[in-house]
């Protein structure tokens, strides 16, 4: 899980604003239907969701 974050941001055309925005709305979805199908949790999904948001921060240092 630890280098899912840094996977992700990776591979994620997360540019400018606009991008990141849709690259977020895209996450969301994807991991509220995991969320919806019993796949994970929801202590899970936002851990998931910090863990990105923070490699992005990290990211653009």
């Known amino acids: 899980m630890k280098y899912f974050a840094d996977a992700v941001i990776a591979i994620a055309p997360v540019k400018t604003r606009k991008s990141r925005n849709r690259?977020?709305?895209k996450y969301d979805?994807?991991?509220?239907r995991l969320l919806r199908l019993g796949f994970i949790?929801?202590?899970t999904r936002?851990?998931?969701?910090?863990?990105i948001a923070?490699?992005?921060?990290a990211s653009l240092m």
């Open 23 to 25: 690259f977020f709305r």
């Open 41 to 43: 949790n929801l202590k």
């Open 46 to 51: 936002q851990d998931m969701r910090q863990q």
């Open 29 to 32: 979805r994807w991991t509220d």
């Open 54 to 57: 923070g490699a992005y921060l």
